[in-house]
């Protein structure tokens, strides 16, 4: 598949979870807590490269790579991802500094489900939500059993990632060198004078 094939098609699997997490917001009451950031605010978070293939896409179209690499050699490797800026918190935004083009891990923090070992979805979700919204936690956990296959599964949304690009997708890293490996594999795909890639 092409880049621009790849990033069309994850960008898909990011609409098709946006839309289903909002559902299930709508449904249950599960939201994140006004500008909270904590999840955001760790340093073992990890990630696969394709997660933020359209991420680098968007910094090469954008022509704010080579800024976005200075960032990025400035920042530990294992520490807080790239994209979180206190300050940009400060100023009342939630703290990441690129929002949509967030990876699938970010799009779950609030909320997800697993299967567990009896094969009904169980409910994922951070402590935040446990603590202030009790009541939209019990009725998600009560969607897991009651209509198992209308909640979003992590394994469903990571499995179309996969399908998409299982190179760029079968290995979990710190979410900086995710990030980090997604730039440079599109790097031939942007420079300059460098024909693009036509491999399907
Ligand atoms: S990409 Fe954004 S949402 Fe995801 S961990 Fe980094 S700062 Fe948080
Ligand atoms: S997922 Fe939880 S910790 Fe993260 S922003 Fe939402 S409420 Fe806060």
Redesign the pocket.
């Known amino acids: 598949m092409t880049f621009d094939k790849i990033v069309l098609a994850v960008d898909k699997v990011f609409r098709d979870l946006d839309e289903h997490l909002a559902l299930m917001t709508s449904e249950t009451g599960m939201k994140?807590?006004h500008l909270?950031?904590?999840?955001?605010r760790k340093t073992d978070i990890e990630a696969s490269p394709i997660e933020f293939i359209p991420l680098a896409a968007s910094l090469y179209e954008s022509g704010k790579v080579d800024e976005f690499l200075i960032r990025l050699d400035h920042s530990d490797e294992t520490g807080y991802c790239v994209l979180f800026s206190p300050e940009a918190w400060k100023d009342g935004n939630?703290g990441c500094l690129n929002y949509e083009k967030r990876g699938l891990i970010c799009r779950l923090?609030?909320?997800g489900y697993r299967l567990n070992r009896e094969g009904i979805p169980e409910l994922v979700?951070?402590?935040?939500?446990k603590e202030?919204c009790p009541e939209a936690v019990a009725k998600a956990r009560q969607s897991g059993c009651e209509t198992p296959d209308e909640v979003p599964l992590f394994r469903n949304y990571s499995m179309r990632l996969y399908s998409i690009d299982p190179d760029l997708s079968i290995r979990q890293l710190p979410i900086n060198k995710a990030i980090r490996l997604a730039i440079e594999k599109l790097y031939f795909h942007y420079a300059p004078g460098v024909e693009h890639q036509t491999d399907d």
């Not at 909270?36 to 955001?40: F, I, Y």
């Not at 979700?125 to 939500?129: D, E, L, R, V, W």
């Open positions: 994140c807590l909270c950031n904590a999840c955001c939630w923090f609030g909320f979700t951070c402590k935040k939500m202030n």
